[in-house]
């Protein structure tokens, strides 16, 4: 985030209590930023319950699909095509990368392009509480959003339709971790981009439905040609899947397609820092 | 009207002046300077604003008042000049700065799906010595509201909390940008007493406004502001009185008589008739003089009407623009 600025909104700098100030007040304590830190968190959590484009997206849509995989007979049989895998193991991780790409792409644009439209950065900007506040507030609450996802999917799909647990619990959350920023940091660029909540929402459906074919949503990648699972490698959804399915069945994930995700979080955090607009 | 506004008018720079002498001005820009590419949008603006005082930024859309007041709070940074709040650098002194100046800035508006008391709580924790939530919450007639969604507000409403998230900090000084563009006579009135209390509790305050009569009830100096320039700057009664010295007064008089009787007065420039009504035109206590020499010669003036000029003929002669004059609404698009 901090590479998030603008001359005119920047966080402020260290101030200097100018000769001819009367009484300046001294700089809010500790405790009070503090206290506004955690308000402005709570009513952006308020606004992503009320407001729940991201929780629909990002933790009902894969929980739905995974009830639906779940009841499919055939999806329980080991393949062979799948390296004896059933088709629902193939599925989870391509469910979970399903909801937090819809979560980073569409839930988290939305959330920090309105507060833009509105002028709340603006607004913000002539309190004591820097606008770039709001922003981390607004991460941090998609953040704790997007593991909530990763829980629930992986949850529901060991508890409710007996799932394999997962191989490698650190690779996992390494693999988790790095889907999430490598999404995170292409949803910030979504909103970087998008002037209004509505093209936000526009640009972030036509990003995730290309990027989720990568992903394997329509055709498993086991199943895909060989030219299309190398373009997918690459992609960030296909990367993640990737990484994501070789913790859960396998163990330790390679290191590239964990590479492929810190790659892109940093490319899209620097792209993203280059077109944010604050006003 | 006028007498009344003579009245609040004397009482604030009494105020004012009162203030001044205990510390600096509340606000003080001097040779303000501020383009955006090829366009000037504040070419030189200075004035200075003492404590209590209300005062106005008047000017056709697009003069540079927005700019000025983006200016003034570190919204934007200025290419030339200097400016103090309460003797602080928007930008040098920013953290102390944000502690005692309440904005309210023209198109600024709430998530809808917050509720008012929740975007109160959080304005509210952003400073250190807040002021009291049901008691501005009550003088802002939003009593009741508080559990309502933003969406759910009138536009009135959603203006009223704009100004009560400006003061929510306790401010010294409040800044409100187009005010009550937007609201109805009847919530701009109540906006306008507001105004007042804000101030007979010691904030100074700097209005943004290109409604005449607003500037002319409230303000206690105006600077009228066109092309980036002040163009004028004083009391909104003065610059009245400025923009035409003369004064007309029209009647029907009971019976006919010599306009002789009337031009030879020192107080009498012209005297003219239009069919049965009598308009002299002069200066200084025109109607009392007129009335007395027609009563000497045994002639009463019926149906007298008092023409003096106001703030808005002032405005329209002294800027480019006068189409703002007739109260149209519009933003500032052309400083933009």
Known sequence: MSSLSSPALSSPAPSSPAPSSPAPSLPAPRRLRATAFGNIVRNEARLAWRRPVGLIGGVALPVILLVVFGEVPSFDKASASFGGLTAFDVYVPILLVLGLSFLALMGLPMALVSNRQLGILRRLSTTPVPPSWLLAAQFLVQLCVAVAIVLIVLVTSITAFGASAPKSIGGLALAALLAITGLFALGLVVAAAAKTATSASVIGRLTVFPLMFFAGLWLPRELMPQVLQDISNYTPLGAAVQALQDAMQQGFPPVAPLLVLAAYTVVFALVAGRLFQWE | ?336
């Open chain 2, 1 to 336: 009207m006028a007498l009344e506004l003579g009245t609040t008018r004397r009482a604030g720079q009494a105020k004012a002046s009162h203030r001044k002498a205990t510390g600096g001005p509340a606000v003080e820009i001097t040779h303000l300077r501020k383009s955006y590419g090829p366009l000037v949008a504040v070419a030189d603006v200075s004035f200075s604003v003492a404590e209590g005082e209300i005062f106005g930024i008047l000017g056709p859309n697009g003069a540079g008042k927005t700019t000025t007041v983006e200016c003034a709070i570190g919204l934007r940074t200025a290419d030339a000049g200097t400016i103090r709040l309460m003797g602080l650098d928007p930008h040098a002194d920013r953290d102390e700065m944000h502690q005692i100046v309440g904005v309210q800035l023209q198109a600024s508006a709430q998530p809808d799906k917050l509720r008012v008391s929740e975007i109160i709580h959080m304005y509210r924790s952003f400073y250190p010595d807040p002021a009291d939530v049901s008691e501005l919450i009550e003088v802002l007639g939003l009593a009741g509201k508080q559990r309502d969604y933003y969406r759910s507000l009138s536009g009135g409403q959603r203006q009223r909390l704009s100004v009560a998230l400006a003061l929510i900090g306790r401010p010294k000084i409040a800044v409100l940008d187009e005010m009550t563009t937007g609201l109805d006579p009847r919530a701009r009135r109540d906006a306008w007493d507001l105004i007042e209390k804000v101030r007979d509790r010691g904030v100074t305050i700097l209005l943004v406004t290109h409604f005449m009569d607003e500037a002319e009830r409230l303000c206690d100096r105006v600077a009228l502001i066109d092309n980036g320039h002040v163009v004028a700057l004083d009391s909104p009664a003065s610059l009245a009185a400025q923009a035409r010295g003369a004064k007309t007064v029209r009647f029907v008089p009971s019976a006919p008589f010599d306009d002789q009787l009337l031009t030879r007065l020192p107080e009498v420039t012209q005297v003219e008739q239009h069919g049965r009504h009598v308009i002299v035109s002069g200066t200084g206590q025109l109607v009392t003089t007129v009335i007395l020499a027609l009563g000497a010669a045994g002639v009463t003036a019926l149906d007298v009407e008092l023409d003096s000029s106001n703030l808005e003929d002032a405005f329209v002669r002294l800027t480019s623009s006068p189409s703002i004059a007739e109260g149209r609404t519009g933003t500032e698009g052309a400083a933009r």
